[in-house]
């Protein structure tokens, strides 16, 4: 059973940072295209980025030059640090696996940002 769990959510003042995590479990991690989406109160999901099991990325235009995404196998996590966070960032985060043809969700961790 594939699961997907994030963390490191929560409020923070614009400007700041934060690190998202997703522990992936039931996937071949190594093999497995990571992603982070996000949805914000009245607005469809949308893809924030990427990372292949090769470690190439792709980004939104919105969040390039402020936020990474990398992976570490060995954990089977994958990692959204994101800098310079504005209000228009606050949302749901996701995590997505995309193994196979097959897409899997987390439950989503809220990140909230003040002005």
């Known amino acids: 059973q594939v699961q997907l769990v994030e963390s490191g959510g929560g409020p923070v003042q614009a400007g700041g940072s934060l690190r998202l995590s997703c522990a992936a479990s039931?996937?071949?991690?190594?093999?497995?295209?990571m992603g982070w989406y996000r949805q914000a109160p009245g607005n469809q999901r949308e893809f924030v980025a990427t990372i292949t099991s090769g470690n190439t990325t792709n980004y939104a235009d919105s969040v390039k030059g402020r936020f990474t995404i990398s992976r570490d196998n060995a954990k089977n996590t994958a990692y959204l640090q994101m800098n310079s966070l504005k209000p228009g960032d606050t949302a749901v985060y996701y995590c997505?696996?995309?193994?196979?043809?097959?897409?899997?969700w987390g439950q989503g961790t809220q990140v909230t940002v003040s002005a």
């Open positions: 997505n696996a995309r193994m196979f043809g097959s897409d899997y």
């Open positions: 039931g996937i071949i991690f190594s093999a497995t295209t």
